[in-house]
């Protein structure tokens, strides 16, 4: 059974930064891309941050520049380190692995952040 565990989350005042950690069980992490969305009270779930198997990764564009996903496949986690937040990146966070039909199959259980004025 795959397992996603998310911890990293927390209370931190505009401009600070915050690394999210995903820790992954069962299955071949390394040959499954993986993604970061986010979900705010009131608007739909945006995908933050991929990385491919092979370490290609791709932004939403209101994080770039602010956001860095990377993986560790030793350790199967994937990471995301989050700088110059801002009131708006206030969210609940998951990790998610993207199956092979291109969706995404295995969640976390979500992280809450919540990013101060």
């Known amino acids: 059974q795959v397992q996603l565990v998310e911890s990293g989350g927390g209370l931190v005042q505009a401009g600070g930064s915050l690394r999210l950690s995903c820790v992954v069980s069962?299955?071949?992490?390394?040959?499954?891309?993986m993604g970061w969305l986010r979900q705010a009270p009131g608007k739909n779930r945006e995908t933050v941050a991929t990385?491919?198997?092979?370490?290609?990764?791709n932004y939403a564009d209101s994080v770039k520049g602010r956001f860095t996903i990377t993986r560790d496949n030793a350790k199967n986690t994937v990471y995301l380190q989050m700088n110059s937040l801002e009131p708006d990146d206030t969210a609940v966070y998951y990790c998610?692995?993207?199956?092979?039909?291109?969706?995404?199959?295995?969640w976390g259980q979500g992280t809450q952040v919540t990013v101060s004025s």
């Open positions: 069962g299955g071949t992490f390394s040959s499954y891309d």
């Open positions: 990385i491919t198997s092979g370490g290609w990764t």
């Open positions: 998610a692995r993207r199956g092979f039909s291109n969706e995404y199959d295995y």
